[in-house]
């Protein structure tokens, strides 16, 4: 199981790099790290199995993060409605997106950054994604509020972006323009 001491922190050039398209259809081996990036994120998320093995909370997790430059993300999380989104995707892209802007009210962290980068962090309110699933079937999501943030998050990482590169130093609470805040 993945625990923090495997998560690569800023300053590693992993974290930098634009990460590989994984072939398709999937190794066993690369099936292997996709299904270990969920179950961080779950674990992440019982209190027994996060306070036994000192893991940060996570909604989402990036193969670079683990040293693993492939293009390969997870995502478990539940949306203001409730509805759960456990996704766990080889070769995500964000095919098109709002011009809308959308940002989370409390700002980002990353589990490869451990210290805290206050500001807001503009991203598209909507975006749609395709992707392949686990087993290498094509997969195509529509998504808006915090799961599209979650997911443009992630990606991100397969192209060696961090949130804070989003971050107006000169005033990190601006509000982006006309964006909707998620809270
Ligand atoms: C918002 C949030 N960010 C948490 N951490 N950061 C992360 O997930 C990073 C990715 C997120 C940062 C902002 C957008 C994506 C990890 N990133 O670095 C991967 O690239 C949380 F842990 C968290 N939640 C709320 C839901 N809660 C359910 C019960 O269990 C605890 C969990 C905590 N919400
Ligand atoms: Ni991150």
Redo the contacts with the bound molecule.
């Keep these: 199981m993945i625990t923090m001491k495997d998560i690569i922190r800023e300053g590693h050039p992993t974290l930098r790099q634009a990460a590989e398209e994984v072939a398709m259809p999937p190794s066993e081996e690369d099936k292997e790290i996709l299904k270990s990036l969920l179950e961080y994120i779950k674990n992440?998320?019982d209190p027994q199995i996060s306070q036994q093995y000192g893991l940060?909370?996570?909604?989402?997790?990036?193969a670079p993060?683990i040293n693993v430059p492939k293009r390969m993300i997870a995502v478990h999380?539940?949306d203001t409605n409730g509805d759960t989104y456990s996704y766990a995707l080889f070769n995500p892209k964000i095919a098109s997106h709002s011009v809308e802007k959308a940002y989370?009210t409390?700002g980002?962290?990353?589990?490869?950054?451990d210290r805290a980068v206050p500001g807001f962090v503009p991203r598209y309110a909507r975006i749609t994604v395709k992707a392949f699933d686990i087993e290498g079937k094509p997969v195509k999501l529509r998504l808006k509020g915090f799961p599209a943030?979650?997911f443009q998050?992630?990606i991100d990482?397969l192209n060696g972006i961090m949130?804070y590169d989003y971050i107006d130093e000169k005033d990190p609470f601006k509000e982006p323009e006309g964006a909707t805040p998620i809270e």
């Design positions: 992440s998320q940060r909370g996570g909604v989402g997790l990036a993060q999380t539940k989370l409390s980002e962290g990353c589990l490869s950054v943030i979650v998050h992630e990482h949130f």
